[in-house]
């Protein structure tokens, strides 16, 4: 299984990025994929989840300004962030659950990709 990410850079508060999250190696249709988030110094949040049968889940802080979306042709997730804040600065992660619903607490993913990194600054 791999997942790669790729999309982050700098950008200014106000500003908007979308992030990308492509597959191999798994049935990618069925399996949920999440977005997590590690700040500095801070520990992995949950940023959004987008089941096998298309259901989302966004924390609350992202609600309204973030977008997950999937591609199963090209076997990819992204995820649109809009209306960026500085606070949103972190390494965003895809994780990938096979069974298809996802899981609120990061930890419980097997499958992790490498890491794209976010910073919101001007």
């Known amino acids: 299984v791999q997942l790669v990410e790729s999309g982050g850079g700098l950008v200014q508060p106000g500003g908007s990025l979308r992030l990308s999250c492509a597959a191999s190696g798994l049935t990618f249709s069925s399996s949920a994929v999440a977005w997590a988030r590690q700040a500095p110094g801070k520990g992995l949040g949950l940023v959004s989840i987008?089941?096998?049968?298309?259901?989302?889940y966004y924390a609350d802080s992202m609600k309204g300004r973030f977008t997950i979306s999937r591609d199963n042709v090209k076997n990819t997730v992204y995820l649109q962030m809009n209306s960026l804040k500085p606070e949103d600065t972190a390494v965003y992660y895809c994780?990938?659950?096979?069974?298809?619903?996802?899981?609120?607490?990061?930890?419980?993913?097997?499958?992790w990709g490498q890491g794209t990194q976010v910073t919101v600054s001007s």
């Open positions: 987008i089941a096998g049968d298309g259901r989302t």
């Open positions: 994780a990938m659950d096979p069974d298809g619903l996802g899981y609120l607490v990061p930890r419980e993913y097997d499958y």
